[in-house]
Every structure is written in C-alpha cells, then in structure tokens.
Nanobody, 118 residues
C-alpha cells in the first residue's frame, strides 16, 4: 500500500503562484509514475501533470504547459507541482496519484483545494 498526502493549497490572486507537495509513504517502486489531477466543481477530474520516479520524465496537460512544473525529491519521497501565472480556471481540488504503467493510478491522496480569485 502507498499513502499520499497533499499540501500547499490555498487562496491566491490571479497571476500568483503556489507550490503543491505530495508526500508518499509505503511500498513505492521506482517504476511508478506520480501524477497530478484536478477536479473543479461540476466538472470531471482531469489530468494536469506527471513525472516518473525513475528518470524524471514529465508530461503536462496543454492547459498548464509553460505555467506549471512538476518535480520530485526521491530522497524525501515527495513530488511537487509548482504553479505559476495562475488563472481563475485553475481553481479546483488537486490530487496526486501514483501507480505503475500496468495498474494505472492505483493510489490517491485526499486532495488539496486551490482557489484562484480574479
């Protein structure tokens, strides 16, 4: 089992920045991928960004490309989502999740609220 705990959410004005953290514990494998997702009220959950624990390759949704950056600290088993130039449409509950290419995103955190005011 893997436990994920997100932190760093909050209220920020449009154009501002926030950094989310996702601390992982439990049985992690280097082959795992860590993903960030978000869900706004009344909308479906959507992919935001992902990073591989091994190698560090990243991927981003088009809507956040160039504004968000995902990184990891393997020693701390923590993944970060640095968000710049935030927009009101970035308002959502942000979740981190992890798993393998075989299982998909099997483990999820509880989420952290990000609210961007205009």
């Amino acid at each position: 089992q893997v436990q994920l705990v997100e932190s760093g959410g909050g209220l920020v004005q449009a154009g501002g920045s926030l950094r989310l953290s996702c601390a992982a514990s439990g049985r992690m494998f280097s082959s795992y991928v860590m993903g960030w997702f978000r869900q706004a009220p009344g909308k479906e959950r959507e992919f935001v960004a992902a990073i591989r624990w091994s190698g560090g390759s990243t991927s981003y949704a088009d809507s956040v490309k160039g504004r968000f950056a995902v990184s990891r600290d393997n020693a701390k088993n923590t993944v970060y989502l640095q968000m710049y130039s935030l927009k009101p449409e970035d308002t959502a509950v942000y979740y981190c999740a992890t798993g393998s290419d075989l299982t998909g995103y099997k483990f999820w955190g509880q989420g952290t609220q990000v609210t961007v005011s205009s």
